[in-house]
């Protein structure tokens, strides 16, 4: 059985950074490998998604703060986060894809103060 163990979530202040991991086991095979966040009364949104050819998209919110990447050897993805802003409050959820099955993690807070 796939398990996502998330890492990294805290408190920030506006402009700072935070590094996310997100360690997948039970399984050797990923396709896809991402992050959502959800915000308090919004819905789940993706934030970051890498392929397994090193395919990436963003959310157009994102674009030149965050960076996702991922160590295929350890199954595990990461999301640098920079120039944090207010917005950016939300619950982060890892997300891998195996064998066209979706699995998630339990989720990670970032709070970001100004």
């Known amino acids: 059985q796939v398990q996502l163990v998330e890492s990294g979530g805290g408190l920030v202040q506006a402009g700072g950074s935070l590094r996310l991991s997100c360690a997948a086991s039970?399984?050797?095979?990923?396709?896809?490998m991402g992050w959502y966040r959800q915000a308090p009364g919004k819905q789940r949104e993706l934030v970051a998604q890498?392929?397994?050819?090193?395919?990436?998209n963003y959310a157009d919110s994102v674009k030149g703060r965050f960076t996702i990447s991922r160590d295929n050897a350890k199954n595990t993805v990461y999301l640098q986060i920079t120039s944090l802003k207010a917005e950016d409050t939300a619950v982060y959820y890892c997300?891998?894809?195996?064998?066209?099955?979706?699995?998630w993690g339990k989720g990670t807070l970032v709070t970001v103060s100004s």
């Open positions: 039970g399984t050797k095979i990923i396709n896809a």
């Open positions: 890498i392929t397994s050819g090193g395919r990436i």
């Open positions: 997300n891998v894809n195996v064998w066209a099955m979706d699995y």
